[in-house]
């Protein structure tokens, strides 16, 4: 399933974990509050049952999203880490 970046329950998701991180990336050492995206902790396409969960979003700025690309799964446990603790 490809993911509709316009469907209601995804802006949803988006909505509520941005809310959720404050409107401010959660890398460590960040804070950025522009140019945010919201990243699936678990990837979107293996995590089919988590991914409209708010606890399976973090808010990245699109620098530290960038930096991540490829990397995810190094990211994964930090990422839950940080999730659990807001």
């Known amino acids: 399933m490809k993911r509709n970046y316009n469907d209601d329950a995804y802006k949803q998701f988006r909505k509520d974990v941005l ?11 960040c804070k950025r509050k522009r140019d ?5 902790i678990r ?3 293996n995590a089919h049952s988590l991914r409209y ?3 399976n979003g973090i808010t990245l700025c699109k620098k530290c999203h960038k930096s991540i ?3 995810e799964s190094h990211y994964e446990q930090l990422f839950m880490e940080i999730v659990d603790g807001l």
């Open 43 to 45: 990837k979107w396409s």
């Open 36 to 40: 945010l995206q919201v990243h699936h």
């Open 19 to 29: 809310r959720r991180d404050k409107n401010k990336c959660q890398m460590p050492g």
């Open 53 to 55: 969960h708010v606890s």
């Open 69 to 71: 690309t490829g990397k």
